[in-house]
């Protein structure tokens, strides 16, 4: 009998056959490691189409809510990719990954409010400002049961208030108004102000960027401020 | 690579006069959240068996070259309505699949073996 005889009758695995083995695993690493490579790109590219199908989604229903004005046409996705442009500038983009559906939705709380406010051509009286103020907090209703939609219902409560307090819903002020929500007060008015509108021209972005720097520290964080006005001049002026 | 919804784990007996075999189909199999028991031969691999009729195991990993009573023969004795048998055999011949087959295996797999065939081979005869 050869020694491998041997062994293998008293049931112990050759050197040879341990090692032909210890091959055959490897094989198997191998294979493994490929299937779940493959496998991983296909969850990627899964959570990429469905984040572009949420987003289109989040910007269909921003888009319903102010279908009646023809100003905001441009104007919703500009605040999303200004205020996109300055979260990573601030370096917490990541911090806030949802804020982008709040500078979309920011004014989705004005399905509840009556149509005869919200078009009057002429001044509001002050029961007509009261509903007209309501508006974030019908928003941010509207968002706050979707889990991962917690930074934008915070965008969309907070986007009138200001940092010196003289804002509503609430009159939060300073730090108390969530980050996101004061970078997105920042560009909106930008924007506001860069936009042509029926009753004024745009005021161009030198002026515009000026008014946001003089309002820094009484409308605006300061903060927020400054890391706009080094990045205000790369920012894509027409969408 | 799922644990059965709510109920307790899969038993696989892994029959080989190999312990160095046993344990990799034991680690194997474990890794994939099966519980293991072995036996070293065929007549240890019929007293188990009996031993714990009617509560598993579900599936046996059996080799055939074994002293005594062999795979063969184990495969021809067990219960094939309650219990599903992969060969796992150094033997690749034609007459040994056949005799492996007639003796009612329900898969056939060769040493050296792969995990990912012996894996497959399990699950789909525990679901």
Known sequence: ?239 | MTDRQGGAKRVVLVVDDDSAIRRVVRTVLEADNFDVVEAADGPAALLLLDAINGRGPEAVVLDIMMPGIDGIEVCRRIDHDRVKVVMLSARDDADTRDRAAKAGADAYLTKPFSAIELLDAVEKLTP
């Not at chain 1, 050197?15 to 091959?23: R, Y």
């Not at chain 1, 779940?36 to 921003?62: D, P």
């Open chain 1, 1 to 239: 009998m050869t020694e491998p005889d041997v062994l293998s009758n008293l049931g112990i695995s050759t050197p040879a056959s341990l090692e032909q083995q210890l091959d055959r695993f490897a094989l198997d690493v191998g294979e493994l490691y490929g299937r779940q490579k493959e496998r991983a790109e296909q969850l990627e590219q899964n959570l990429v189409q469905m984040r572009t199908t949420f987003l289109e989604t989040v910007r269909s229903m921003a888009y319903v809510v102010e279908a009646k004005d023809a100003y905001t046409g441009q104007h919703l996705e500009r605040c999303r990719v200004y205020g996109n442009t300055l979260m990573q500038a601030l370096g917490v983009a990541g911090d806030y990954p949802d804020a982008e559906y709040g500078f979309l939705l920011h004014d989705v709380g004005k399905v509840g409010v009556p149509e005869r406010i919200l078009n009057k051509p002429g001044p509001l009286t002050a029961a007509e400002w009261r509903v007209m103020r309501t508006h974030p907090i019908i928003g941010y209703q509207i968002l706050q049961g979707i889990p991962f939609m917690t930074t934008a219902a915070s965008i969309v409560r907070c986007h009138h208030e200001m940092w010196d307090g003289a804002g509503y819903p609430e009159g939060l002020s300073g730090e108390q108004i969530p980050l996101p929500a004061r970078v997105f007060q920042v560009v909106d008015a930008f924007d506001a102000m860069t936009t042509d509108r029926p009753y004024r021209a745009s005021l161009g972005v030198e002026r515009a960027a000026e008014e946001i720097q003089r309002m820094a520290g009484t409308q605006f964080d300061p903060e927020v401020c400054r890391i706009f006005g080094d990045l205000v001049d790369t920012l894509p002026q027409r969408l």
